[in-house]
């Protein structure tokens, strides 16, 4: 099953990044990069975001957006069943499973990053991809929650992005 990649893959995939030598390594091979479109989503955000506060910022918005449109670049869509399955699994799941960890910012911004998650994992399932991810812990509690959504079929795919080594 070919991987999704999730915001903390696709947002440190620049020169630089702690996931440069794999995209490299994609690139290399003539190997597609898939991204889910909330996981697009939420890179932009988070660029415009930063970039009212730092202009020094603005000249990665440039960079991110030619990176998607890269032809080595495949957007998954969040299309009508995977909007259908984030709906079931942010009505099953409304809070981040962050347990006595907390994630950085406002509990707004937790509640915002976790339903980006959400729709980044309903995205990747209903289109046949795993999730290549540094937050597996969440992305396990997705799994499970459609594993009993959607009983019967393999389950989501996770895995951790720290883990891997560029051939």
């Given at each position: 099953?070919?991987?999704?990649?999730?915001?903390?893959?696709?947002s440190?995939?620049?020169?630089?990044?702690?996931?440069?030598?794999?995209?490299?390594?994609?690139?290399?091979?003539?190997?597609?990069?898939s991204?889910?479109?909330?996981?697009?989503?939420?890179?932009?955000?988070?660029?415009?975001?930063?970039?009212?506060?730092?202009?020094?910022?603005?000249?990665?918005?440039?960079?991110?957006?030619?990176?998607?449109?890269?032809?080595?670049?495949?957007?998954?869509?969040?299309?009508?069943?995977?909007?259908?399955?984030?709906?079931?699994?942010?009505?099953?799941?409304?809070?981040?499973?962050?347990?006595?960890?907390?994630?950085?910012?406002?509990?707004?911004?937790?509640?915002?990053?976790?339903?980006?998650?959400?729709q980044?994992?309903?995205?990747?399932?209903?289109?046949?991809?795993?999730?290549?991810?540094?937050?597996?812990?969440?992305?396990?509690?997705?799994?499970?929650a459609?594993?009993?959504?959607?009983?019967?079929?393999?389950?989501?795919?996770v895995?951790?992005?720290?883990?891997?080594?560029?051939?």
């Amino acid at each position: 099953m070919p991987d999704a990649w999730d915001t903390t893959v696709a947002s440190r995939a620049h020169a630089g990044g702690r996931h440069e030598a794999l995209f490299r390594a994609h690139v290399a091979a003539d190997h597609p990069v898939s991204l889910p479109a909330p996981a697009v989503q939420e890179v932009a955000r988070g660029l415009h975001a930063h970039a009212r506060q730092n202009p020094r910022i603005r000249h990665w918005i440039g960079s991110f957006e030619r990176f998607v449109s890269d032809p080595l670049i495949e957007v998954v869509p969040f299309d009508g069943d995977s909007a259908l399955l984030a709906g079931a699994l942010h009505g099953r799941l409304p809070h981040p499973p962050t347990g006595k960890h907390r994630r950085s910012g406002t509990r707004a911004q937790q509640r915002a990053a976790w339903a980006f998650d959400i729709q980044i994992a309903a995205c990747a399932f209903a289109n046949g991809y795993g999730v290549l991810t540094e937050n597996v812990h969440d992305f396990a509690v997705l799994r499970e929650a459609i594993s009993e959504l959607v009983p019967g079929v393999p389950p989501l795919d996770v895995r951790d992005a720290r883990e891997l080594a560029p051939a």
